[in-house]
């Protein structure tokens, strides 16, 4: 079935780049937030934990940028590489979609950065704030657009086709197209719900070695209480997103849910678990409830949900693929709930910080919201093929004519290079994660330090 | 008369791309001329004086690419997927590079000199690379209807990498010349010895490469050669051998302004005297910007954006290179 083409390991690189290019950004765009917030409070109350907290998760920020910036000029660079014929088909769309990326997100983020960085000596206490707001206000205009040129892909609007190639006709729907709003909160949450458990394991790490400080502990319930708050919530943008994808997506929903057949005309069981087959089209060891998948879907007792049989078959998204990364994304999301929902309850006792497989779980629970972002995309992009625009261009029609060698070569030299790479960000990442927010003082005689030395030369 | 959105969007994307090469240019070329200074400390300093502002100036790489998308959708296609072997390799150096701005200081001392060394092969494998792609272009494509029809390895002639090493010294001049600004005491002389090397290889490089384009390319050799063009186009290639005998001259008595604006007027020189060659083609030989140019839905709407917000990022930019302003001290603290 699968053949190690050309075309097939041009999609096997784009995935691998993208896949691990995600985390970074998500990260990015929580804790930026995170540290606005976190040097807002620290200027109104002038609790010194918050600068602690913000000088601590400002370098571990650095680092995660860094790797952001670099692994995203690959994404720019490869559509034009890899998929000439999608560029030159819908670069007219996604090309300015993109360029807006960079004029309105881009720039602000590096251009404020520095400051960010390097800027505690040289600028005002309030111009630093301002620069810190304007990287987190960049890495959310960021989102907007390019999930604006994600969207259109899934569920393109505001456009003709003159010439075999994409003409915009009205940019408004073309950028609020019917998927964007669902899909920029979905990911916009999930973003801030990553970051918080990444955040709350690193805390709850040092709690369990001992180290119970005040800005331990801030971090700790800082973390809780936005996972607690935004959690159920995401579960609601996750039931509309679907909804939203019922209406125009319906091939991708049958294969999310491993529905095959609606010749009964009846109502549609959930599937909790099985095995969809491509081939035989039937959904292995299936287990199911009856009617549950239409009272779900449709919010009714008779009408079915759409069947994979409904759709040629060669326009059927991969079954087995999307079932399984959907239903690992809903797990995480039910535990982030369980975990948050806890949170409250130990609080209320004041035994957050000393519920020794509280946090345990929480630590385990580090690494779930990127976990649970990367099944998710998972699920919308392979649930989007055969399509890579959605109803207009198929993926085997996008990709550019690259040798299977040169393919292998590219893919081999990605793979070793992320891996080389990225390893080590996430060595350097968990080492300074592990020092933890060093106390005022010891930064002031850090500093003090270097000034004698400066002082010498 | 309308408005021709192609040629304001081929400005935009000329423009980006000098950006680029002005300010990408010398904080690449700070890796380039890196492995000829030995001290650890002096390294420090070499990296401080552009920790703070690379990423913005590695913005302009992106800008460049997301509008040439945008704009010429034909011709990012076309020109990507022709030159997608110099590219990627570009992209995994600027990898290295990039990450090794974060990673030298928060490394184990065992593993500094590796990332030194992601720094500085980073930085000049990515110029090499760099030049290359401006050599492909030069030298043009082979394109059938709306493919590229070469061959992957259609690049891989003398031209091309000789304007690899071309780039390489111009990079290494904007480099060098930007740390006499931002460095004193022995750092800086060191640095000062170094700059007119690097300009006599540079103008080596300027004068194989002018002689060698117009014998490549017969239309390049009318542009240049035909009257009235001849008098009119001769101001570039004398201005630049002006400005090259008063950077030998402000080097001689020790200025550490000048000869960085000296630098970017001459890369401004060399890069004016290729848009030249190539105007008004966007895939040379044969594609003109006009048949490569996106709807003009496109180029208008992008347009609104560009007028508004480019003018912002260069207030922002500017106040962040005020910011950072004056000499970077040995030991100056990181963030």
Same mark, same amino acid.
């Given at each position: 079935?699968f053949e190690?083409?050309a075309?097939?390991?041009a999609?096997?690189q784009?995935?691998?780049?993208?896949?691990?290019h995600?985390i970074?950004p998500?990260?990015?765009?929580?804790?930026a937030s995170?540290l606005?917030v976190?040097?807002?409070?620290s200027l109104?109350?002038r609790?010194?934990d918050y600068?602690i907290?913000?000088?601590?998760?400002?370098?571990?920020f650095?680092?995660?940028?860094?790797?952001g910036?670099?692994s995203?000029?690959?994404m720019?660079? +490869?559509?034009g590489?890899?998929?000439?014929?999608?560029s030159? %088909?819908a670069g @007219?769309i996604?090309?300015? $979609? &993109?360029?807006?990326?960079?004029?309105t997100?881009?720039?602000?983020e590096a251009g404020f950065?520095?400051?960010?960085?390097?800027g505690?000596?040289?600028?005002?206490?309030?111009?630093?704030?301002?620069a810190?707001?304007?990287?987190a206000?960049?890495?959310?205009?960021?989102?907007f657009?390019?999930?604006?040129?994600n969207?259109?892909m899934?569920?393109?609007?505001g456009?003709e086709?003159?010439?075999? +190639?994409?003409?915009?006709?009205?940019?408004?729907?073309?950028i %609020?197209?019917? @998927?964007f709003p669902?899909? $920029? &909160?979905?990911?916009?949450?999930?973003?801030?719900?990553s970051?918080?458990?990444f955040?709350?394991a690193c805390a709850?790490w040092?709690l369990?070695?001992?180290?119970?400080?005040?800005?331990v502990?801030k971090m700790?319930?800082?973390?809780?209480w936005?996972l607690?708050?935004?959690?159920?919530?995401?579960a609601y943008i996750g039931?509309?997103?679907?909804l939203?994808?019922?209406?125009?997506?319906?091939?991708?929903i049958?294969?999310i849910?491993g529905h095959?057949d609606?010749?009964d005309?009846?109502?549609?069981?959930?599937? &909790?678990?099985?095995?969809?087959?491509?081939?035989?089209?039937?959904?292995d060891y299936?287990?199911?409830?009856?009617?549950?998948?239409?009272?779900?879907l449709?919010?009714?007792?008779?009408?079915?949900?759409?069947a994979?049989k409904?759709?040629?078959k060669?326009?059927?998204?991969?079954?087995l693929v999307v079932?399984w990364?959907?239903?690992?994304?809903?797990?995480?999301?039910?535990?982030?709930?369980?975990q948050g929902f806890?949170?409250l309850?130990?609080?209320?006792?004041q035994r957050l910080y000393?519920?020794?497989?509280? &946090?345990?779980?929480s630590l385990?629970?580090?690494?779930?919201?990127l976990?649970?972002?990367l099944?998710?995309?998972f699920?919308?992009?392979?649930g989007?093929?055969?399509?890579v625009?959605?109803?207009l261009?198929k993926?085997?029609?996008?990709?550019?004519?690259?040798?299977d060698?040169q393919?292998?070569?590219s893919?081999?030299c990605f793979f070793i290079?992320y891996?080389?790479v990225?390893?080590?960000?996430?060595f350097?990442?968990?080492?300074?994660?592990?020092?933890?927010p060093l106390?005022?003082d010891?930064?002031?005689?850090?500093?003090?330090?270097?000034s004698?030395?400066?002082g010498?030369? | 008369?309308?408005?021709?959105?192609s040629?304001v969007w081929?400005?935009i994307?000329i423009f980006?791309?000098l950006?680029?090469?002005?300010?990408?240019?010398?904080d690449?070329?700070?890796?380039i001329v890196?492995?000829?200074?030995?001290s650890?400390?002096?390294k420090?300093?070499?990296?401080?004086?552009v920790?703070p502002?690379?990423?913005g100036?590695?913005?302009?790489i992106?800008?460049?690419?997301a509008a040439?998308?945008g704009?010429?959708p034909?011709?990012?296609?076309?020109?990507l997927?022709?030159?997608t072997i110099p590219?990627?390799?570009m992209l995994v150096?600027?990898?290295?590079?990039?990450?090794?701005f974060?990673?030298?200081?928060?490394a184990l001392?065992?593993?500094?000199?590796?990332?030194d060394?992601?720094?500085?092969?980073?930085?000049i494998?990515?110029?090499?690379?760099q030049?290359?792609v401006v050599?492909?272009?030069?030298q043009g494509?082979?394109?059938?209807?709306?493919v590229?029809?070469?061959g992957?390895l259609?690049?891989?002639t003398?031209?091309?990498?000789?304007?690899?090493?071309?780039?390489?010294?111009?990079?290494a001049?904007?480099?060098s010349?930007?740390?006499?600004?931002?460095t004193e005491g022995?750092?800086?002389q060191t640095?000062?010895?170094?700059?007119p090397?690097i300009?006599?290889?540079?103008?080596?490089?300027?004068?194989?490469?002018?002689v060698?384009t117009?014998l490549?390319s017969v239309?390049?050799?009318e542009?240049?050669?035909?009257l009235?063009n001849l008098?009119?186009?001769?101001p570039?290639p004398?201005l630049?051998?002006?400005?090259?005998?008063?950077?030998?001259d402000?080097v001689?008595?020790?200025?550490?302004?000048?000869?960085?604006?000296?630098a970017?007027?001459?890369?401004?020189?060399?890069?004016?005297?290729?848009?030249i060659?190539?105007?008004?083609?966007?895939?040379p030989?044969?594609i003109?910007i006009w048949?490569a140019a996106?709807?003009?839905?496109s180029?208008?709407?992008m347009l609104?954006?560009?007028?508004?917000?480019i003018?912002?990022i260069?207030?922002y930019?500017f106040?962040?290179?005020?910011v950072?302003?004056g000499?970077v001290k040995e030991?100056?603290?990181?963030h």
């Amino acid at each position: 079935m699968f053949e190690f083409d050309a075309f097939l390991l041009a999609r096997i690189q784009f995935a691998f780049t993208v896949s691990f290019h995600i985390i970074f950004p998500a990260i990015t765009i929580g804790l930026a937030s995170y540290l606005a917030v976190l040097e807002g409070l620290s200027l109104k109350t002038r609790n010194p934990d918050y600068k602690i907290l913000y000088l601590f998760w400002s370098k571990i920020f650095a680092v995660n940028f860094g790797m952001g910036v670099v692994s995203g000029l690959v994404m720019a660079y +490869q559509f034009g590489t890899n998929w000439s014929g999608f560029s030159d %088909f819908a670069g @007219s769309i996604t090309g300015p $979609l &993109l360029t807006y990326e960079v004029l309105t997100a881009f720039f602000l983020e590096a251009g404020f950065l520095g400051v960010m960085l390097f800027g505690w000596q040289r600028v005002g206490d309030k111009l630093h704030f301002f620069a810190t707001c304007m990287v987190a206000l960049g890495t959310i205009l960021s989102t907007f657009w390019i999930l604006a040129s994600n969207s259109w892909m899934q569920t393109p609007t505001g456009y003709e086709i003159i010439n075999g +190639q994409v003409v915009p006709t009205d940019w408004f729907a073309v950028i %609020f197209n019917p @998927s964007f709003p669902y899909r $920029l &909160l979905h990911m916009g949450v999930a973003a801030f719900i990553s970051t918080a458990v990444f955040v709350g394991a690193c805390a709850a790490w040092h709690l369990l070695k001992g180290n119970k400080t005040g800005p331990v502990k801030k971090m700790f319930s800082m973390a809780m209480w936005m996972l607690a708050l935004i959690a159920p919530i995401q579960a609601y943008i996750g039931d509309i997103h679907g909804l939203n994808t019922l209406e125009h997506q319906p091939a991708k929903i049958a294969a999310i849910e491993g529905h095959w057949d609606n010749a009964d005309g009846g109502p549609s069981p959930l599937i &909790l678990f099985g095995f969809p087959n491509m081939e035989t089209e039937r959904t292995d060891y299936a287990i199911a409830i009856p009617v549950l998948g239409s009272l779900i879907l449709k919010h009714s007792l008779v009408d079915p949900i759409p069947a994979l049989k409904d759709f040629p078959k060669d326009e059927r998204p991969n079954s087995l693929v999307v079932f399984w990364s959907f239903r690992i994304m809903v797990a995480l999301g039910i535990l982030m709930i369980v975990q948050g929902f806890y949170s409250l309850g130990l609080r209320k006792k004041q035994r957050l910080y000393d519920t020794g497989w509280y &946090l345990k779980f929480s630590l385990f629970m580090g690494p779930s919201g990127l976990i649970a972002i990367l099944a998710g995309w998972f699920t919308t992009e392979v649930g989007r093929q055969p399509w890579v625009v959605y109803g207009l261009m198929k993926t085997k029609d996008a990709v550019s004519a690259h040798s299977d060698l040169q393919m292998s070569i590219s893919l081999l030299c990605f793979f070793i290079v992320y891996s080389l790479v990225f390893g080590f960000g996430y060595f350097y990442m968990m080492r300074q994660m592990k020092q933890g927010p060093l106390p005022a003082d010891a930064h002031d005689t850090n500093s003090h330090e270097i000034s004698t030395i400066s002082g010498r030369l | 008369m309308e408005l021709d959105l192609s040629i304001v969007w081929f400005g935009i994307i000329i423009f980006a791309t000098l950006m680029y090469i002005f300010m990408d240019g010398f904080d690449l070329g700070i890796g380039i001329v890196m492995p000829f200074v030995k001290s650890n400390a002096q390294k420090d300093v070499m990296v401080n004086s552009v920790a703070p502002v690379w990423d913005g100036n590695e913005t302009w790489i992106v800008l460049g690419g997301a509008a040439l998308f945008g704009a010429f959708p034909l011709a990012y296609s076309i020109i990507l997927e022709a030159l997608t072997i110099p590219l990627t390799l570009m992209l995994v150096a600027l990898i290295f590079r990039g990450v090794a701005f974060e990673f030298r200081f928060k490394a184990l001392p065992s593993h500094l000199k590796f990332w030194d060394r992601a720094f500085m092969l980073g930085s000049i494998i990515t110029t090499y690379c760099q030049g290359v792609v401006v050599g492909a272009v030069v030298q043009g494509f082979t394109v059938e209807g709306r493919v590229f029809a070469g061959g992957q390895l259609d690049w891989l002639t003398p031209f091309p990498l000789f304007c690899g090493f071309g780039l390489l010294a111009a990079y290494a001049l904007l480099g060098s010349t930007w740390l006499l600004t931002k460095t004193e005491g022995e750092l800086q002389q060191t640095i000062f010895t170094f700059v007119p090397k690097i300009l006599c290889l540079l103008i080596i490089a300027i004068l194989v490469v002018s002689v060698w384009t117009p014998l490549t390319s017969v239309s390049i050799a009318e542009r240049w050669f035909t009257l009235p063009n001849l008098f009119l186009l001769a101001p570039v290639p004398l201005l630049t051998a002006v400005l090259c005998w008063k950077t030998f001259d402000s080097v001689k008595k020790q200025k550490e302004t000048s000869p960085f604006l000296m630098a970017l007027m001459i890369v401004f020189l060399g890069f004016a005297g290729l848009g030249i060659s190539l105007w008004p083609n966007i895939i040379p030989p044969n594609i003109s910007i006009w048949q490569a140019a996106a709807p003009k839905e496109s180029l208008s709407f992008m347009l609104y954006g560009a007028l508004i917000i480019i003018p912002v990022i260069l207030a922002y930019t500017f106040w962040s290179y005020y910011v950072f302003a004056g000499k970077v001290k040995e030991g100056e603290a990181y963030h």
